[in-house]
């Protein structure tokens, strides 16, 4: 199983945007990860504006945290890790500024 939390500005993507991220996201893992990889589990938290700063400025950044299967290499992570962000990107008009795109190891447990 894949797990998805996403942290997004409100405002920075839409409700209407949601089941499609999330579907790209999944032919993503499939590709990428394989099917053994699992079903793609994924949740959402917006962040209310003016409870999300950068440098002192109303934040426009979202955070992609993904949970994914023991086993996969370097390799295999650094691609699934760009193909989300491009993903994320392509979907949303955000930047790779603007995204932050994480991915951890079932077992580990920080």
């Given at each position: 199983m894949v797990v998805f939390e996403f942290f997004v500005q409100e405002g920075c993507v839409t409700d209407e945007s949601r089941a499609r991220i999330v579907a790209d996201i999944e032919a993503v893992?499939?590709?990428?990860?394989?099917?053994?990889?699992?079903?793609?589990?994924?949740?959402?938290?917006?962040?209310?504006?003016?409870f999300g700063f950068r440098g002192g400025e109303p934040s426009t950044t979202s955070?992609?945290?993904?949970?994914?299967?023991?086993?996969?290499?370097?390799?295999?992570?650094?691609?699934?890790?760009?193909?989300i962000a491009e993903t994320w990107c392509n979907?949303?008009?955000?930047?790779?500024?603007?995204?932050?795109?994480?991915?951890?190891?079932?077992?580990w447990a920080g």
């Open positions: 893992c499939a590709e990428v990860l394989g099917m053994e990889a699992g079903p793609v589990s994924a949740s959402w938290t917006v962040i209310r504006k003016g955070l992609v945290r993904s949970r994914i299967p023991d086993g996969y290499g370097s390799d295999v992570r650094a691609r699934f890790l760009q193909a979907l949303t008009g955000a930047t790779q500024d603007e995204v932050i795109v994480s991915a951890r190891d079932w077992s």
